[in-house]
């Protein structure tokens, strides 16, 4: 009996509300629907699949790893997940990795760490977490209330204490909430959930400065941005602002779930034996594929492709504009771009992500006004030119 988008209505929670197709089998930067439909894809998994679909170099380490140990628990340690870490390490500020298996997992580990780092030094009063409106850091009821956005958080009952909310991009108002009591900051270096927001450079900075004043720890949420989305492995590099803890995942497993915290020695050294952990955390087919998606991506080819894509996104996505206006604004940084609707077609995001799946591309959206492109950082040419004259017709018809 064939499968159809019924069963999820019958057997799921209904958490999700998935498009009536049913992707079975992807290559690249292409999807085939079970009716053998073609998408080009600009989803990319929401900014997961940074190599596309089954990448060779994936597909490779992952077989591979799967014919010799999928799994031990930390109770032992293995060898993909040390050589994972070792890659990572040198490849950031960081000295030390913590694995687990989701965005929100990595966020958590890094909110409790520096909680505890910041208990421990200077008193059970320095616990204020400071987060930005319009944030998001996962959906654990931790993080989802760290993320500045209450439609996400609301309803579950009473939410931890110790949190505050300023306005993304706002130093003058971080100012006024920073102080001697504030144990961490958290902010994406470009909001992805809210709408594609790349920080400003002098605000990035502001902050750094002020963490560093109030012996606050500045933890960067890169789990969107990272991995090579901005051109840079990780987007603070491309800003020159150095967080003390940063999370990183999607793009990291590159379609297998991992999720990683990455810190200095001398704050993880309060995250002792026994204070946390995850039993697949560090699993060695996640790290064996993640290993070799790190290969892949950090290379000066592949950081220079993507600035290289972006500008033939933010033209195409211009050039089609130019044609049918229905966007204000273009921005993002690197493979990581949004495309804001003007006044005119407000809260109609969903409707063009529906238009261009018909047509044979797959996008995302940013909230309700803003269409996001998360695409392959390898995605070809040809695929963004394919991509880009469907999504022409898909506006052609929503403005028709
Ligand atoms: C997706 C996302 C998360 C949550 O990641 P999950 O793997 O869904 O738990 C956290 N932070 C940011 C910035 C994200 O984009």
Redesign the pocket.
């Known amino acids: 009996m064939a499968l159809t988008r019924a069963a999820f209505d019958q057997y799921m929670v209904p958490n999700y509300a998935p498009a009536a197709f049913i992707p079975v089998r992807g290559e690249a930067s292409r999807v085939w629907d079970q009716s053998g439909k073609e998408y080009i894809d600009f989803a990319g998994g929401?900014?997961v699949n940074s190599l596309g679909h089954c990448h060779p170099a994936l597909v490779g380490a992952l077989t591979k790893q799967a014919n010799q140990l999928w799994h031990v628990s930390n109770v032992f340690t293995n060898e993909p997940a040390l050589e994972l870490a070792q890659k990572l390490v040198d490849a950031t500020f960081a000295d030390k990795v913590f694995f687990c298996?989701?965005?929100?997992?990595?966020?958590e580990a890094a909110l409790k760490l520096a909680r505890r780092a910041a208990i421990e030094q200077f008193g059970e009063q320095k616990n204020k977490v400071i987060s930005a409106l319009s944030?998001?850091?996962?959906?654990?009821f931790f993080?989802v209330c760290v993320?500045g956005q209450p439609k996400y958080s609301d309803g579950f009952g009473p939410k931890p204490a110790g949190i505050e909310y300023f306005e993304y991009n706002n130093l003058e108002a971080f100012k006024a909430l920073i102080d001697d009591d504030t144990a961490c900051v958290i902010l994406?270096p470009i909001?992805?959930?809210g709408g594609v927001v790349p920080a400003d450079a002098a605000f990035l900075q502001g902050v750094r400065d002020l963490c560093t004043q109030h012996n606050a720890y500045l933890i960067f949420?890169?789990?969107?941005?990272g991995m090579g989305r901005s051109g840079s492995l990780f987007a603070y590099q491309e800003y020159g602002v150095v967080p003390d803890i940063l999370?990183s995942?999607?793009s990291l497993g590159g379609g297998f779930?991992i999720?990683a915290m990455l810190t200095t020695a001398e704050i993880a050294k309060y995250l002792v034996a026994g204070t946390h952990g995850t039993t697949y955390g560090g699993n060695p087919l996640a790290c064996a594929v993640a290993g070799a998606v790190i290969d892949v991506i950090n290379t000066p080819e592949v950081l220079a492709g993507v600035k290289t894509k972006h500008a033939q996104f933010v033209d195409g996505i211009q050039a089609i504009n130019a044609k049918y206006p229905v966007f204000s604004q273009v921005r993002g940084l690197g493979l990581l771009i949004g495309a804001v609707l003007t006044e005119a077609y407000q809260d109609r995001a969903k409707e063009i992500l529906n238009i261009a799946a018909q047509n044979g591309v797959m996008v995302l959206m940013a909230g309700p006004n803003v269409i996001r492109f998360a695409p392959s950082l390898i995605v070809s040419d040809e695929e963004i030119a394919t991509g880009l004259a469907r999504l022409e017709t898909a506006i052609a018809q929503f403005v028709a």
């Open positions: 929401i900014a298996n989701s965005g929100a997992e990595a966020n944030s998001f850091h996962g959906r654990t993080t993320g994406e909001q992805g959930e949420d890169e789990v969107q941005s999370s995942a999607k779930p999720g």
